[in-house]
């Protein structure tokens, strides 16, 4: 390839990875494939590397970042950058403090026109300033002092908001100002891909802005999803700013640097404070933090007559919002109770401010939650409440954790603090570490209901820890009576949800069983319930009781126990003696019960207290047909047999074929198991016959089906 041909094509290159980098950056668009991008990326590198001269400043592969720095080099900022002065006051007042100031330092009368200003967010990450000599990105940099701050160039190249190359035309020097962001989904997205790949995820998306932009490795910053907003101008040659604010930032972005779309120009503090608000309310809905909004005096003119007050221009001010996060102290972890007996752990926090509400519970989700956090009482901890959302704990601050001072006398105290040590859950054990031991033991979900006292059990490789208390459980009791009472299980009419809390808040009813014991001047005690309706439920009540065995498995609510499985329970022990005794090996012997279902209704009748609610209720006079399921399906050569019907018979349409089989007394399911007994194969039978050769489960066709009934 001659020179000039490398040439065009490193060009050529050069806009087509510019062009699917702006689909992809700025309109969320892929319009090519990884592997087809990364092959122009690469063909264009080599270029670059056979042709060094070929290599442009703002080159797509300028982004990828160069080596590690030892330190980074201090850049004295032409301009200095400012800070800016806060309002705390986070009501309308705010706004109307600062219109009256800024009407004070211009000395306007009380008739002279409202002022006018640009209203934008403040964004929560890190301020930075680009320079820009002749349209190329020449250096970039950190606030620092304001006067001094860190050269972080490589780091901000691989910001593909940050323009290696102004659009338009060019001045000799222009410095932009700006925040470097992350949003929260990207944050979330980085967070899970980090936690796979073992490494630690980054707090929040301030930390994990400013944190990348201050790595020596430009690696990373490369890896991680920041973003750049520009709000404003640095040192400035060759070019004349517009007259305002507002078409400043129009102008920077004709120049090609993202500026929030959130951002007005408004008359007076009323207009200001009304932004304030608006903002405030879609927080949640936007998808990067801002800790408030910023005022600026819309004219620049007017901005250069109010100049400064030591590092804070006079024309500026952030009207802040509450804050969402706050450090407070966790007095204890209480264990609550959900409706459907989930257990969560729920730290108890000295009341402190955050979100705009005093916040005094925070939710630790579950107990694997809490031990990645390391929540333990007395821990000096960050809590979070953003919108409407929970209150959190975001993190522990390790360096305030109270720890207990111990002292040994002899080597055998020293040994047995060791032991102590290790339920503690340090594995590093050495002396200096003895003294430094955390005064409260990691947590650890109770054994035992708070509510109930029934056992904890967890599900195999789920999260979740449960109170099998099931029925008795008061936390668990509306859900539970609810589910009672309904159609498809006792079918107790009348028995809506108020009618349920206000039973229970009388404390008249704390299990199932207890519905059965209601009277009439009772329920004629509650509201709205006349003895008319009263003696209506109780005559409900009353002919709930002559129910079905499967209505009444249904009825008990066991995890994993729906209706159609509670048909087969009780078709298949007949009953409800034999299913409570029945072994996880019987019970699996029922079509469709697993071992996750088995283990349900074992975990059920091995709790006391639901064995309990079964005997009051048969006490209180519920009762069903015995073995009806098996009593009611005829007696035939097919009893107890299940059949898989697969392929086109001869003679026998399917449907036929499985009336012929049910009213044998046999059952007709859809899948093969080892649970089939027979598979009736015809024409075409597909993948049913292969799996029932496999299982080596015995194969019929019709004639053998036929023969089979007739007891042959
Ligand atoms: S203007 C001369 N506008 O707030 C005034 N600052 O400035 C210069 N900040 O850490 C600041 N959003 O990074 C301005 N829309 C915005 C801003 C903003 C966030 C940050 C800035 C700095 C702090 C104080």
């Not at 340090?426 to 054994?447: C, D, N, T, V």
Request: hydrophobic content about 40%; some cysteine.
């Amino acid at each position: 390839m001659s020179v000039d041909d490398a040439a065009r094509r490193a060009e050529q290159l050069r806009r087509e990875i510019e062009t699917h980098d702006r689909a992809y950056y700025e309109r969320d668009a892929s319009t090519i494939s990884d592997a087809a991008y990364d092959a122009l990326f690469r063909e264009l590198q080599a270029l670059e590397a056979e042709y060094p001269a070929l290599s442009t400043p703002d080159s797509p592969t300028r982004r990828v970042g160069g080596r590690p720095l030892a330190q980074f080099e201090t850049v004295a900022h032409a301009v200095p950058m400012l800070s800016i002065q806060t309002e705390t006051d986070t009501g309308a007042s705010g706004a109307e403090q600062f219109d009256a100031r800024i009407r004070r330092e211009l000395e306007l009368s009380g008739a002279a026109p409202p002022v006018e200003y640009a209203a934008e967010l403040k964004f929560d990450g890190l301020a930075v300033s680009l320079r820009y000599e002749h349209g190329l990105f020449a250096q970039g940099a950190t606030r620092g002092d304001g006067v001094n701050g860190e050269d972080v160039t490589q780091n901000l190249k691989t910001l593909h908001d940050v323009p290696l190359r102004l659009q338009g035309v060019a001045p000799p020097v222009l410095e932009v100002r700006g925040e470097v962001y992350m949003r929260r989904d990207d944050l979330a997205r980085y967070n899970q891909s980090a936690r796979a790949r073992g490494e630690k995820p980054l707090v929040n998306p301030r930390n994990g802005a400013a944190g990348s932009i201050r790595q020596l490795d430009p690696a990373i910053a490369a890896n991680r999803p920041l973003k750049f907003f520009a709000y404003g101008l640095g040192a400035v040659e060759g070019w004349n700013p517009p007259a305002t604010h507002r078409e400043l930032l129009d102008a920077l972005a004709d120049f090609g640097f993202p500026v929030c779309e959130h951002r007005i120009v408004a008359r007076g503090w009323r207009a200001l404070a009304g932004f304030h608000d608006r903002m405030g309310e879609q927080r949640a809905q936007i998808p990067f933090d801002f800790d408030g909004v910023v005022y600026k005096v819309n004219s620049l003119a007017l901005q250069n007559r109010l100049g400064f007050r030591s590092r804070e221009p006079r024309w500026a001010v952030a009207h802040k919002y509450p804050a969402e996060e706050a450090r407070t102290v966790v007095t204890a972890i209480d264990v609550q109770v959900g409706r459907t007996g989930a257990l969560t752990p729920v730290a108890k926090l000295r009341p402190v401010f955050v979100g705009g509400v005093t916040v005094t519970n925070a939710t630790l989700h579950n107990e694997d939650e809490a031990r990645r956090k390391d929540v333990r009482v007395g821990d000096t901890v960050i809590v979070r409440r953003a919108g409407d959302v929970i209150p959190e704990i975001v993190n522990v601050v390790p360096e305030e954790r109270p720890l207990a001072r111990m002292r040994f006398r002899g080597r055998k105290a020293y040994l047995s603090a060791l032991e102590t040590l290790r339920a503690f859950g340090m594995r590093k054990i050495s002396g200096p570490y003895l003294r430094r031991m955390p005064r409260h033991p990691a947590f650890q979900l109770p054994e035992t209901c708070p509510e109930c006292g029934s056992r904890v059990v967890r599900e195999e490789g789920g999260a979740i820890a449960r109170c099998a208390g099931g029925l008795v459980c008061p936390a668990q009791l509306k859900g539970a009576l609810l589910h009672f009472a309904s159609r498809r299980a006792m079918d107790i009419e009348g028995l809506g949800e108020k009618l349920v809390e206000q039973i229970i808040a009388g404390g008249h009813v704390k299990t199932p069983a207890g519905l059965y014991a209601l009277t009439l001047p009772m329920l004629a005690t509650l509201e709205r319930m006349g003895r008319k309706s009263a003696a209506n439920l109780l005559a409900a009540i009353e002919k709930s009781k002559a129910t079905t065995l499967a209505r009444l498995i249904f009825a008990l609510g066991i995890r994993n126990v729906g209706e159609s499985t509670a048909k087969d329970l009780a078709q298949y022990f007949g009953k409800l003696d034999a299913l409570s005794q029945a072994s996880a090996e019987a019970l699996e012997k029922v079509p469709d019960v697993g071992a996750i279902v088995a283990e349900s209704i074992l975990d059920f009748f091995a709790e006391a207290h639901n064995r309990e609610v079964i005997e009051c209720l048969v006490a209180a006079g519920v009762r069903w047909p015995e073995n009806e399921g098996r009593a009611g399906a005829p007696p035939g050569p097919f009893s107890g047999k299940t059949f898989v019907l697969t392929g086109a018979l001869p003679t026998l349409k399917r449907d036929d074929a499985k009336a012929l089989i049910e009213n044998a007394g046999g059952k007709v399911s859809g899948s093969v198991s080892r649970k089939t007994d027979y598979v009736v194969a015809g024409e075409e039978a597909g993948s049913k016959l292969d799996k029932a050769r496999e299982l080596g489960i015995d194969i019929l066709d019709e004639t053998g089906l036929l023969q089979q009934l007739k007891g042959d």
